[in-house]
Structures are given as C-alpha cells and as structure tokens.
C-alpha cells in the first residue's frame, strides 16, 4: 500500500544522538495532549501523553514539553536508534472530545 | 491481547460498490471513531459513537455510513457517493472523555 506521509517534513538524525520533534497545536485551551509514532502500513501507537497542568513528562527514553505560552509540544527521544524511524504526531484535545492530530513528521535514523 | 482489529488490511473497491471496513475491540471502551488518513495530512474524523446504537458525524461523513449496535463493533461503510475513497483508513476507541484514543492497524481502501 502507498505510504502515508508522503510530503511530510524530516527529521533526519544520527543513530545515538537525541531527537527532538516539534508540534504546534491550535486550541490554547486543549488539556490534554498525546505523541502518536506511526510505522509504515501500520496504525499509530501511543507513545506518552501530558495534561495541560505538567509542562515536562518522562517516560523511557521519551519526553514530552509543554509550552501552552506558544502552544508549542515537543518529543525529544534520547539515544535515537533504528526502529525510532517512523511518522511522529501530535494529537490535542479538549475533555476528550473532538481529538485534533497534526500532520506528522518523519524521522529516519541514519547509520 | 486487547486490541482493536480492523478487517481487511487491504480492500479494492469498483466503480459504483460500496465496501464495508470491520473494526472490532475488545478493550470495553465506550467511544470508537473511524478517521481517515491521506498523504501529508492529519487523521480526519470520518463519524464517532460514544455509545451503543448512537453515533455522529464528523468533519468529512459525507460518502460513509456506520452502525453501532454491539459496543465492540463500529463498521464503516464507503458507498458509491464518496468520490475519492482512496486512502488508509483507522479504526480507533477511547475508554471514556478524557483518555488516551487508541487505534486499529489501518484497512487500505483503493479504487480500481
């Protein structure tokens, strides 16, 4: 099947360095928020989430930056390594309703 | 495992026919949604059920059609209206408002 994502910007990043992806969302007043990774063919996967009353989440190897100032949303991935190559997007949402996702960007993983 | 499963990974539909895309989940959540997802662009929500034998359209409903009468199951039907059905389409739930939305592993959809 072709490929979604086709004209999505990229990022591409050394294999061991860190990421760093960006989102912007659209409602200032969104209180919750999620990282989606998304592989070729396949459905997105849930990565890490925040509510508007953290600005910093930590999961493993994964963290998520809340700026509601600029309405800014950031996934950093440290220690980038091959299977980290996908489609990566946001979602936001106000009380679960009316989920909103961003376009995405492509991470590849250079060697 | 819990899971939503969508069926067929991949589906070609004819001039004229309408196709129906099946999404099953067994994780007892209330909502399910169908999005589409084309090239370069965010999912759009096609139509979304918070419950049984109820559900509402969403930003591009036009050209589908769905059914909700068992909580585990939300088919998605593409008729003959819908002029540019090409595209991958997702199956998703969430537990209640205020949670995370999970998806299915997507169904192909092409015009040939």
């Known amino acids: 099947g072709e490929s979604v994502g086709l004209h999505l910007p990229t990022l591409s990043v050394q294999e061991g360095d860190n990421s760093i992806i960006n989102c912007a969302y659209s409602n200032s007043a969104s209180d919750y928020f999620i990282w989606y990774k998304q592989e070729s063919g396949k459905g997105p996967q849930f990565i890490i989430d925040i509510r508007s009353n953290m600005d910093k989440r930590q999961g493993q190897r994964v963290t998520v930056l809340l700026n509601k100032t600029v309405k800014h949303l950031s996934l950093q991935i440290a220690a980038t390594q091959p299977g980290d190559s996908a489609v990566y997007f946001c979602?936001?949402?106000?009380?679960?309703?009316?989920?909103?996702f961003g376009p995405g960007t492509r991470l590849s993983v250079l060697p | 495992d819990g899971g939503i499963t969508q069926s067929p990974k991949y589906l070609f539909r004819k001039e004229g026919q309408n196709v129906t895309l099946s999404c099953e989940q067994n994780l007892n959540h209330d909502a399910m949604y169908w999005y589409r997802q084309d090239p370069g662009q965010g999912l759009r929500l096609i139509y979304y059920?918070?419950?049984?034998?109820?559900?509402q359209k969403g930003d591009i409903a036009e050209g589908y059609s769905v059914s909700r009468e068992k909580k585990e199951s939300f088919p998605l039907t593409v008729t003959s209206a819908q002029k540019n059905p090409t595209a991958f389409y997702l199956c998703a739930s969430t537990q209640s408002r205020g949670n995370t939305i999970y998806f299915g592993e997507g169904s192909w959809l092409t015009v040939v």
């Open positions: 059920s918070q419950i049984v034998n109820d559900f």
């Open positions: 979602a936001e949402t106000l009380r679960g309703q009316n989920f909103v």
